[in-house]
T-cell receptor, first 114, second 114 residues
Framework: GAGVSQSPSNKVTEKGKDVELRCDPISGHTALYWYRQSLGQGLEFLIYFQGNSAPDKSGLPSDRFSAERTGGSVSTLTIQRTQQEDSAVYLC????????????FGSGTRLTVV | AQSVTQLGSHVSVSEGALVLLRCNYSSSVPPYLFWYVQYPNQGLQLLLKYTSAATLVKGINGFEAEFKKSETSFHLTKPSAHMSDAAEYFCAVSQDRGAQKLVFGQGTRLTINP
């Protein structure tokens, strides 16, 4: 596609429920990243995919968080048993291979846990 | 590991005045450096990047940044601020030349006064 697409754009869920956030990267971008942005905070790295593999998942905050990528394209970030501290904007980005291209970001999913 | 420091979480300038947003990185090895802008309720958009071709880098919307190895800095400037420049600005650095993961600063919120 023309840009990085994230869905849903907004999600309100009850504490304890599971949620799935979707990211559809730019076609041909082999690298995909998930970041979290809490209110008034910077970007917190969660996980990085190269193709379908995740060489760096060091930022996942707990075992309630998981992510997968299939077909070298769409990625899903799953949060199980959501907590109020999970409320944040979840940003997905994709890039060409190599460190000098920079990322293209999606518009994010705003998650609110009530 | 690389780290990024943005001096000033909030910067306020008058319309038409010089914009200066400060960014310092931690490594002595020149990495790749980026500036991103985030408008309200949107994802991050690449403003400009340094990849060693030239130390003075020009980006979109009249912004530019100068890489200074001796000062480990990559400050963002614009000669004359416009109301539409009001946004959050993030500096980012690659972990090293071979790495794709970016480390982001905490962000600087730019306010433009009429």
């Amino acid at each position: 596609g023309a840009g990085v697409s994230q869905s849903p754009s907004n999600k309100v869920t009850e504490k304890g429920k599971d949620v799935e956030l979707r990211c559809d990267p730019i076609s041909g971008h082999t690298a995909l990243y998930w970041y979290r942005q809490s209110l008034g905070q910077g970007l917190e790295f969660l996980i990085y995919f190269q193709g379908n593999s995740a060489p760096d998942k060091s930022g996942l905050p707990s075992d309630r968080f998981s992510a997968e990528r299939t077909g070298g394209s769409v990625s899903t970030l799953t949060i199980q048993r959501t907590q109020q501290e999970d409320s944040a904007v979840y940003l997905c980005a994709s890039s060409l291979p190599g460190g000098n291209y920079g990322y293209t970001f999606g518009s994010g999913t705003r998650l609110t846990v009530v | 590991a690389q780290s990024v420091t943005q001096l000033g979480s909030h910067v306020s300038v008058s319309e038409g005045a010089l914009v200066l947003l400060r960014c310092n990185y931690s490594s002595s090895v020149p990495p790749y450096l980026f500036w991103y802008v985030q408008y309200p309720n949107q994802g991050l958009q690449l403003l400009l990047k340094y990849t060693s071709a030239a130390t003075l880098v020009k980006g979109i919307n009249g912004f530019e940044a100068e890489f200074k190895k001796s000062e480990t800095s990559f400050h963002l400037t614009k000669p004359s601020a416009h109301m539409s420049d009001a946004a959050e600005y993030f500096c980012a650095v690659s972990q090293d030349r071979g790495a794709q993961k970016l480390v982001f600063g905490q962000g600087t919120r730019l306010t433009i006064n009429p």
